[in-house]
């Protein structure tokens, strides 16, 4: 069994008010998805900040179903921990069209 660990992804930060940095948080996210896919991990554990806040605008929820859509496609089973930030996540799978694979541990 392979894991890979990610944290603080921050989907939807466009820090700075600048637009390149938006994408800069989904292209780091791409990244993490197609490591898990390279490496045939089993499982793909966020842990914590998937999202930057709790309000997710459609296109980040957008970016976001892509690439655990891509994760799924793959096999691999995406766990991530809720927090304060994520805590939105709890109703992903009436939200996250096509990622029910995507479970949510509640500390």
Known sequence: MRFLHAADIHLGNQQ??????FNDFYRGFQ????????EAVTV????????????IDSF???QAEHELQRMQNAGIRVLAVR?????YVTDSRTRLHGCSHLRVNVP
């Open 16 to 21: 700075y008010n600048h637009d390149e940095r």
């Open 83 to 87: 927090e304060t930030t994520t805590a």
């Open 60 to 62: 980040t929820l957008i």
């Open 44 to 55: 793909c554990l966020i842990a914590g900040d998937l999202f930057h806040k709790v309000a």
């Open 31 to 38: 990244k993490v998805a197609q490591c898990a896919i390279d």
